[in-house]
């Protein structure tokens, strides 16, 4: 129980730090600081994010693994558009293969539906005031969870 606690926290906290860190770069960039490097630094993080959430998964059991990966995959897609959002799609889905097991093809159709959502969302995402921003995101992560558990109840 212990260990799960510590899992849950060291997932939250390695999606939180780099959305923080994204933000203070944001910032950043609004005082023209960081100009030219700063586009690319936006992207990296979440992906980054991914990465790190898929390396120290949460491990109820052996059969019951879970991440929180989601999250900065639908933030950084949002906000980076189409070609940020297939990036994104094309080096989970290599981790995910490379880490094997029975959940690829799970994480390949639901996570290829949100890329091409977020793909299509994104340039009116951009446009929405905060509150809308964070509906739409919570919109989106609940029906990836919900996507990904009917897919998983059908593949298992």
């Not at 212990?2 to 950043?28: G, W």
């Not at 030219?36 to 059991?61: D, E, H, K, Q, T």
């Not at 929405?128 to 990904?148: E, T």
Request: net charge positive; with cysteine.
């Amino acid at each position: 129980m212990i260990l799960t606690a510590k899992s849950f926290l060291l997932n939250l906290l390695l999606v939180f730090a780099p959305l923080s860190i994204i933000q203070i770069l944001y910032l950043l960039k609004q005082t023209s600081f960081l100009k030219r490097s700063s586009g690319w630094l936006l992207a990296i993080f979440p992906l980054l994010s991914v990465i790190l959430c898929m390396m120290y998964p949460i491990v109820i059991n052996e059969n019951f693994i879970l991440d929180f990966r989601r999250i900065p995959f639908i933030l950084g897609a949002l906000y980076g558009g189409k070609w940020v959002s297939l990036i994104y799609l094309f080096v989970l889905l290599s981790y995910r293969f490379m880490l094997g097991g029975s959940g690829f093809y799970p994480t390949l159709l639901s996570f290829s539906l949100v890329a091409i959502f977020t793909s299509l969302v994104s340039k009116h995402f951009l446009k929405l005031d905060l509150k809308w921003k964070l509906a739409v995101a919570a919109g989106l992560d609940a029906c990836l969870g919900s996507i990904s558990t009917g897919v998983s109840l059908v593949f298992f």
